[in-house]
């Protein structure tokens, strides 16, 4: 890596406080007069390598139950990114980064609210293992389906909270003592597809995804999205001239990390990282310290070759920056 002077920052959006209303399902809870109610929220879009960061508010005498962040547009629906939330009881703050660096992602928030929170109690940080992830249904394929039909509507969302929150146990992933999933998978010649549910604690941060024994294989897609540290991964590859044994290996690993300084004046990084053959692109974040307020102007342009990106990213950095160090994480898919 080259480095000629520093790098920007990552934009914010505003905070929004979305107070829900007009359930569009409920479910009754086993003592009369209880109920977990479903609420579809407002639209909002997520910039590249860009937080949003909004407050969901239930109505009065109701509590968070549990809530899922999902692609509302058809183009957003391969993007990776990381949803987590603080807060309880009332009402909850969810704050989403997109990992992507080229493309703005539109999603929708579901939220459950209850007037039982002692039977549908809201705690995601219970579930510290794979066998136990957040939320707890399997949703993902459902939804890829949606888009096939067009937008998804109040009956598409109704039905994802049914799924995602395992209002029946008999919706994919919901069953009690799910096995974990494997992480050596067998490979055939023609398209393979792979879903695996991994933990991911590190924010904001992509996950690294590492690839090995798939030799003769193309990555076509991989969709990725964490909730509250537990992330979800489908990856499409297609294989030729594998023997009848060939397996593929997956890790989740920490993100590549090139670290370098930043000066007053204007200029440019240069970092060029080998990639999988296919089109899955990396996952890319910047880590800045105290230049967040000294960084201006900043633009970055990226040129794709077959198997390398060429990333370039220019800023105009002030006095403050003096020699802060400044992180560039690389994620996503590795071979």
């Known amino acids: 890596m080259a480095l000629v002077v520093g790098v920007g920052f990552v934009p914010s959006a505003g905070a929004n406080v979305y107070k829900l209303s007009s359930p569009i399902v409920q479910r009754s809870a086993s003592v009369p007069g209880n109920f977990d109610f479903g609420y579809r929220g407002p639209q909002f879009k997520v910039t590249p390598w860009g937080t949003s960061s909004d407050t969901y508010v239930c109505p009065t005498a109701q509590s ?7 692609a509302d547009t058809a183009d957003s629906a391969n993007r990776w990114f990381d949803a987590g939330s603080s807060g309880s009881g ?19 928030a579901a939220v459950s609210c209850t007037t039982a929170p002692n039977l549908f109690p809201y705690d995601p940080n219970s579930c510290g293992n794979f066998s136990c992830p957040y939320p707890p249904g399997a ?3 459902y939804w890829d389906g949606v888009f096939s039909s067009g937008a998804p509507g109040v009956a598409q969302y109704a039905e994802l909270i049914k799924r995602a929150f395992c209002w029946s146990s008999t919706f994919p992933g919901c069953a009690a003592g799910a096995p974990n999933p494997n992480r050596r998978l067998a490979l055939r010649n023609g398209t393979n597809k792979i879903s695996l549910t ?3 604690a590190s924010g904001a941060l992509p996950p690294a995804v590492r690839l090995s024994g798939a030799a003769g294989c193309t990555a076509l897609r991989a969709d990725l999205s964490v909730q509250n540290q537990t992330g979800n991964l489908r990856l499409v590859l297609r294989c030729r001239g594998l023997k009848r044994s060939a397996a593929a290996r997956v890790r989740f690993v920490k993100p590549l990390r ?9 200029g440019s990084i240069r970092v060029q990282f080998a990639r999988p053959a296919g089109t899955v692109k990396p996952l890319l974040s910047l880590s800045y310290g105290r230049a967040n307020r000294s960084c201006r102007s900043v633009h970055s342009r ?8 060429d990333l370039r ?8 920056a003096g020699n802060a160090v400044a992180h560039l994480y690389i994620g996503g898919l590795r071979g």
């Open 64 to 70: 968070i139950s549990n809530w899922v962040v999902v």
């Open 90 to 108: 009332n009402q909850i703050n969810i704050s989403v980064t997109d990992w992507s660096f080229t493309a703005t992602v539109h999603l929708r």
């Open 139 to 141: 949703y993902l394929p």
């Open 198 to 200: 991994f933990r991911h």
């Open 258 to 266: 090139k670290s370098f300084r930043l000066r007053r004046g204007s």
């Open 302 to 309: 990226l040129s794709a070759q077959s198997r390398t990106f």
């Open 313 to 320: 990213v220019d800023a105009r950095c002030g006095r403050a």
